[in-house]
């Protein structure tokens, strides 16, 4: 079923110990809709500025995107300027230019109007909630938010957390968001604020799902499940991965029928997958060309690293 | 097949959010031993002083621990007093009381010289390359060191290095010892130092054990493998985790009757439940009473949290 994501197309000037790129294509709807796509059709509301041409469209239509919610505004495109150091775990940001998203009004075009899975992408929970609440019979919401947001938003974005099937945020904003630094007790508290489920992503190790009795239609509440992530020789980029990892869990989510304890960890280890291709080319290059050959070939590595039993033996 | 140990045996007192105790049993052997006493024989080498009474020996005894290699020297025994505060991933060292820990001069007992398998732990290179060469006839040799050996001792450890099966490290070990931010490339560099594989462990995140072709017999190289830990809600102590891991890991091992791939990740796992439960109490009690049974359970759990099939679909 189609996706509805919700957040920022932009252009990102990234610096990483493997080289240095300027204004190429980025955004969390970006990389969340390419790496949905592999899965799901996928629809996407962002606003561009003038400097987004044919050729930076064609990113999405040759994946078979939507892109009739990608509003055009006079003016420039978001633009972000970021590098990377040492374990590549982390950004240091230096500088955010909202440019046309500063003024972001989204508008839900009419064919999308029948949307069952809706992902908020990082961007104001007011924004979030306005778009929630415009889409009442989604089936199923996912989000993400981050510092920011959690620092000096948190009345907005307390409106957004009730209504989530899965919040999936990183190590550092959970801790941030429950006050807690026990995973587990963070997880309950999250859950607690509204999020049915808790995706947690802690880089180079892989994520864990939190569960609730909310999680799944018949109450069960499953144990936490751990899902690896690749060790990489080379990183070229982590910019996206978290998005990235969004779209292949939400994208994979979406294909399936219902929603199951086994279709959820499947979805995480399919996370982790579009994940670790992001990483390995600047910008999106890597995700607009990967072939679901290389997906499914991945998914095996990533259960052949996980799994006491493997097919080679 | 029996393991010999050498390392210290140790009075710990420890400050965490959940408590405080003073000189309890610890130290790096004697975590490791307990651990591996539910797969195996289990031989120590370690000295200790006058304030090491019955009480504290029959702590090994009652687990079937040989402590003929455990010398009494006049003085105090090796005092080490450490908080946590946070995350609890890492103690903040407060007092060493090397005590008769500084003269120690490991000495092998006749009865010992039969054994097969030596774990050197965490004690100054050059006593672990001693007893290294003086058990020329053992099957597998596995070790862990620290980050003061690695910055001012990288010589003497070098020589170590070069007859391990095995090398159990953290993280940020890993990363000193090879100069290398990335862990697919630090590994390359570390096991290219001499160990044949290479056991990382992130703390709460798990551990991953990296290979070379000289990891197995057959020469095949297999991926990395990626062991989950347990998340807990409550960790009273995390002192001798990462020696529980050791001691859980190797007893596996050595309880084996051949090195392969399936038998190192199911001993991954072990390493990983026997860490777990050293966590839940202060000092060595867990590790003291738990039982085969709870072990067993405990490994399936590992499995549940991290396969995408589980029994229970």
Redesign the interface.
């Known amino acids: 079923m189609a996706i509805l994501v919700v957040g920022s197309v932009a252009f990102d000037s990234i610096e990483t110990p493997h080289g240095k790129v300027d204004h190429c294509l980025g955004g969390a709807a970006t990389h969340f809709a390419l790496a949905a796509s592999y899965f799901t059709d996928v629809r996407v509301i962002a606003v561009v500025g003038e400097d987004f041409l044919p050729k930076h469209e064609a990113v999405f239509t040759a994946r078979g995107i939507d892109t009739r919610g990608i509003e055009r505004a006079p003016g420039l495109s978001f633009h972000w300027t970021g590098s990377y150091a040492?374990?590549?775990n982390e950004a240091q940001t230096l500088g955010t230019d909202l440019n046309v998203f500063e003024r972001f009004e989204p508008k839900i075009p009419e064919a999308y109007t029948d949307t069952e899975y809706l992902f908020l992408a990082n961007i104001d929970p007011v924004l979030q909630a306005r778009v929630r609440s415009a889409m009442p019979n989604v089936r199923m919401v996912c989000g993400d938010t981050m510092n920011y947001w959690i620092k000096d938003h948190a009345a907005n974005l307390a409106v957004v957390l009730r209504e989530l099937d899965v919040l999936l945020i990183n190590d550092g904003e959970a801790r941030m968001l429950s006050g807690e630094?026990?995973?587990?007790?963070a997880?309950?508290k999250v859950m607690a604020m509204g999020p049915k489920s808790l995706v947690v992503k802690?880089g180079?190790?892989?994520a864990?799902a939190?569960f609730s009795k909310r999680s799944f239609a018949g109450g069960e509440t499953p144990?936490?499940?751990?899902a690896?992530a690749l060790?990489?020789?080379?990183?070229v980029d982590p910019t996206g991965a978290g998005d990235s990892f969004a779209g292949g869990f939400y994208g994979y989510l979406a294909s399936q029928p219902k929603l199951?304890?086994?279709v959820f960890?499947?979805a995480m280890?399919y996370g982790g997958v579009m994940g670790s291709f992001a990483v390995e080319r600047f910008g999106t290059e890597r995700l607009q060309g990967v072939t679901r050959a290389e997906i499914d070939a991945r998914f095996e590595?990533f259960?052949?690293?996980?799994?006491?039993?493997?097919a080679a033996?």
Chains 1, 2 share one sequence.
């Open positions: 040492g374990t590549l630094t026990n995973s587990v007790l997880a309950e802690h180079e190790y892989g864990t939190f144990r936490p499940f751990r690896p060790p990489l020789a080379e990183v199951t304890p086994a960890r499947k280890f590595l259960r052949e690293i996980s799994h006491l039993d493997t033996e």
